[in-house]
């Protein structure tokens, strides 16, 4: 029998894989890392340079960031621009104080919020330095403060830079379980591209955000299209510590009796019919002043309110459990908090509990950073890179 020989296939050399080299990134007030922890964990960015003036935070980001020295604890007015190096993206979690509806609402010339015009200053000094892509997070009043005139101001000041401007508003509870709305900007500098500037109603572009894009016409918008966000899988119960009866956090029955006398009657209703269960159920809780009354209201959806520093001991968190004819109540401990951000366990929390919830009160969600990372930031950057025309040498957009 005669054999046929199979035909030679030509084998062509495989070409090596080219490493993907992360864009550069430098986050100003970068608190306790986790704008960093959520652009690293997507592999295609590299924080080179961060900066935070509050020594308590920088203390957390050093103990999960040891080997780099490129964290500077200074106010961001006492910066310079030579300081800062080259980068591709700048973001900025400035201060909320002063814009949020629980703050004093003095607005951008608040003493804390207008940090921001701090920032203005290092991309105005930059000159062709000034990255091509900046992220800003704050607090959805900014998108208020002062009848929206605040939030205008800003980002004109970014057009008067160079950048065009997008916004939307993510929940955290997209991705944890934690209700915790923001406000973020992402600043483009100008490119070829034909901008879009008329919004359309979205998850992520709700009504108000809507109305004050499609109002202002004077600023120079360049919105992108977004995915429909995700649907979180998690509830509180999956993020709660399973800690002992005997534990010391849990309160004593004096402690205990007390928080449930501070219970409306509606509330009290809610916390009887998880008692009477027959499995255990979680609820948080804040205390809150009503009709000059410290009173405790409870929410049993299964997703925690939003996180806050606890100042005067009343942005203090209460985790209620209750089911089988029992109940017990403390406060969500520094791991539980960070859980709710979003954060792995192997984030090192080695600081006091107050200092621990100063940190995650103020910090992001690093998932929905990590979102916009993918959907946005590193795009928008690829995109920039691949079109060599568009650069001048130095990574910026000509």
Known sequence: MQTVAAPKTKHRPTAARRPIVPFKAVEFFAGIG??????????????????????????MYRDNWPNNDHLIVE?????TAAEIPTADLFTASFPCNDLSIAGKRDGLDG????????????????????????????????LQSHGGKDFETALLALNDLGYSVDAFILNASHWVPQSRARLFVVAKRHCDDPP???????????GPLLGFINAHENIDWDLRKLPRLPKSRTQLIDIVEDLPEGDPHWWNSD????????????????????????DYRYATAFRRVRHGK?????????????????????G??????????????????????????????????????????????????????????????????????????????MGQCR
């Open 75 to 79: 106010d961001i007015h006492k910066l």
């Open 34 to 59: 986790l704008v960093r922890l959520a652009l690293e964990r997507t592999r295609r960015w590299s924080v080179i340079f961060a900066n935070d003036m509050d020594p308590n935070k920088a203390e």
């Open 255 to 278: 402690r205990s009796a007390y928080f449930m006398a501070q219970l409306s009657k509606r509330h009290e209703v809610q916390a009887k019919l998880m008692f009477a269960g027959d």
């Open 196 to 206: 879009q500037r008329v919004a359309i109603q979205s998850e992520a572009r709700p």
């Open 316 to 393: 203090r968190q209460i985790l209620f459990k209750a089911g089988r004819r029992r109940y017990q109540v403390r406060l969500l401990t520094a791991r539980e908090c960070a859980r709710l951000q979003g954060v792995p366990d192997d984030y090192r929390i080695d600081v006091p509990l107050n200092q621990a919830l100063f940190g995650f009160g103020d910090a992001v969600c690093v998932p929905a950073v990590e979102w916009i990372a993918k959907y946005y930031l590193t795009p928008v950057a690829s995109s920039l890179a691949a079109d060599a025309t568009l650069f001048d040498g």
């Open 294 to 314: 410290s009173m405790a209201e409870l929410r049993t959806d299964g997703i925690a309110g939003c996180l806050r520093t606890p100042r005067g001991g009343s």
């Open 111 to 142: 003493k804390e919020s207008s940090a921001f015009w701090g920032l203005v200053r290092i991309l105005n000094d930059l000159g062709e330095r000034r990255p091509p892509i900046v992220l800003l997070e704050n607090v959805v009043g900014f």
